[in-house]
């Protein structure tokens, strides 16, 4: 177990060394959730949620009835639920799902993403494209990543733009659904 705040909350975490960051709040999480704010009432999807920061700092913001949060690993999912626990946020949706495979959830306000972008871009390019789909107009993905050139091109050809943070070493994206298809023309689904 770690302790971490951030914007003056405090979170104690449990993982395990088999997860991402398992010792303490990694850094390009930290900068995504320095760039990004909530707002009352929003829908959240925290895609790939590991042991649950974004997601649980969130419930701690907006509630827990207000937050889904998945991730591919049940060990991952295990440890996020008991961490809504110990941070006194029980309620939020916590499921394993491979990427938005299982998810039924749609029309969020925002997705909150650190991908694995260490791997190649197939997981992150699902993410982008399926996440832009399961966003109401309006919406907005956050994504972290200490490579830009990539994913700047491919949320701008999916969403039509982007806005790029940088943030230390990383890059924070904010990519806004403005229509319903993709920019490059496909029909999101």
């Not at 951030?6 to 709040?25: D, E, H, M, N, Y």
């Not at 925002?110 to 997981?123: E, K, L, V, W």
């Not at 832009?132 to 700047?152: C, E, H, Q």
């Amino acid at each position: 177990m770690f302790e971490t705040e951030i914007q003056g909350i405090s979170l104690k975490l449990v993982t395990t060394p088999s997860l991402f960051s398992p010792r303490c709040a990694d850094p390009g999480t930290l900068a995504m959730l320095s760039c990004t704010t909530f707002s009352p009432g929003d829908k959240i999807l925290d895609l790939g949620c590991g042991y649950g920061l974004v997601g649980i700092f969130a419930a701690k913001v907006l509630g827990p009835e207000c937050v889904f949060m998945v991730d591919n690993d049940p060990e991952a999912i295990r440890c996020a639920s008991e961490n809504l626990v110990i941070n006194n946020v029980e309620g939020a949706t916590v499921q394993v799902s491979d990427g938005l495979e299982q998810l039924e959830q749609a029309e969020f306000d925002a997705i909150r993403c650190n991908p694995p972008y260490h791997a190649d871009f197939s997981t992150a390019r699902r993410f982008i494209e399926k996440g832009f789909n399961r966003l109401k107009i309006g919406g907005a993905m956050w994504m972290v990543t200490k490579r830009a050139p990539w994913y700047r091109n491919k949320l701008t050809g999916v969403f039509g733009g982007v806005r790029a943070i940088e943030q230390t070493s990383y890059f924070v994206f904010d990519a806004q659904k403005r229509r319903y298809s993709y920019a490059t023309g496909r029909k999101g689904s």
